[in-house]
T-cell receptor
């Protein structure tokens, strides 16, 4: 059983398009996160939701919009994709909001914008 | 401002020997640290953690040491195995900012047979 799953694993698209990445966790956790790993391999937080409520919103362009329909799902929608959005995006989940401790990560979605 | 730093981008070790991965931090508010292991095309997986009330935590072949005065921690792997070849990230939760994990840049460990 996959604890944190993401779809798709690979996404190749053109500049200006709108795309979504989906994330689901079956761990019963109440907090979910989106991280971005850029070309320099830095892993940086983008968003966090606790029980469908946004609790972390880093300095991310507003072309990025997370949506959490329920606490097991956190999707990431990106409008008007740009070349600089090319990266690997990881979803993660943890049990306790405000105290991340161990976060469980999905396999990542490699987004390539051409 | 990189609050968690791993200054060695890569490390090569012979199988059976000890691997030592280092991590430094600047924020004295950090009181919990985690190590993650990442294989190519996979997400990071939790390896071991340490609270600031301890200076050592051991789990099988993996031991993490914390030196609070130096704001330094290290991960020791003994003995190293080829399957340990991966990128290792240290991280700290930032409680004042929603508990987000602040990651170091990672160290790529290569264990040669």
């Amino acid at each position: 059983d996959t604890a944190v799953s993401q779809t798709p694993k690979y996404l190749v698209t053109q500049m200006g398009n709108d795309k979504s990445i989906k994330c689901e966790q079956n761990l019963g956790h109440d907090t979910m996160y989106w991280y971005k790993q850029d070309s320099k391999k830095f892993l940086k937080i983008m968003f966090s939701y606790n029980n469908k409520e946004l609790i972390i919103n880093e300095t991310v362009p507003n072309r990025f919009s997370p949506k959490s329909p329920d606490k097991a799902h956190l999707n990431l929608h990106i409008n008007s994709l740009e070349l600089g959005d090319s990266a690997v995006y990881f979803c993660a989940s943890s049990q306790v909001a405000g105290s991340s401790y161990e976060q469980y990560f999905g396999p990542g979605t490699r987004l390539t914008v051409t | 401002d990189q609050q968690v730093k791993q200054n060695s981008p890569s490390l090569s070790v012979q199988e059976g020997r000890i691997s030592i991965l280092n991590c430094d931090y600047t924020n004295s508010m950090f009181d919990y640290f985690l190590w993650y292991k990442k294989y190519p095309a996979e997400g990071p997986t939790f390896l071991i953690s340490i609270s600031s009330i301890k200076d050592k935590n051991e789990d099988g072949r993996f031991t993490v040491f914390l030196n609070k005065s130096a704001k330094h921690l290290s991960l020791h792997i003994v003995p190293s195995q080829p399957g340990d070849s991966a990128v290792y990230f240290c991280a700290a939760p930032h409680y004042n900012q929603g508990g987000k994990l602040i990651f170091g840049q990672g160290t790529e460990l290569s264990v040669k047979p």
